[in-house]
């Protein structure tokens, strides 16, 4: 059987968004304030994928949840910057690597801003490419 379970608090209504990890050895919390968004999309798999690349560079369970739970804070604080589609947005994934506002997002990535987002509809995107923006390579 699983050896930890991490039960998320993110759909609670609390000030703070409290994480219980659940051991043999007992029970550490992992809170941190709740953050006001929209833009909640895909904070789960985020998560999960924090801790697995925590526990790839060997760190321990616990600190592995806690730079996951560091790290998700950051997207979540700086994912309004993202105006991306209508409803929940995703969080700010490379949040650490620019700012919207000092950085333009790169030109290979689509924007509303510079018209190459045309509509959002049933879940896709269409784009409109200009000769501007690199063309992207097929790999084997």
């Known amino acids: 059987g699983a050896k930890a379970v991490l039960m998320k608090g993110g759909h609670a209504t609390d000030e703070q968004a409290t994480d219980l990890l659940i ?7 992992f809170s941190a304030p709740r953050l006001q968004t ?6 789960g798999c985020t998560l999960a994928s924090a801790i697995a690349a925590g526990l790839a560079k060997k760190l321990s369970l616990q600190d592995a ?7 998700l804070q950051g997207a979540l604080a700086a994912s309004n910057q993202l105006r991306i589609g209508n409803g929940s947005g995703p969080v700010h994934h490379f949040f650490k ?4 506002r000092k950085h333009p997002l790169p030109s290979h990535i689509p924007s509303r801003e510079r018209g ?19 063309k992207l390579q097929q790999t084997q």
């Open 23 to 29: 051991t043999q050895s007992g029970t550490v919390v």
């Open 38 to 43: 929209k833009n909640t999309h895909g904070t």
């Open 65 to 71: 949840v806690q730079q996951a739970k560091d790290y």
């Open 97 to 100: 690597f620019y700012e919207e």
């Open 116 to 134: 190459q987002i045309v509509s959002v509809k049933k879940k896709k995107l269409n784009y409109r490419f200009n000769e501007k923006m690199p």
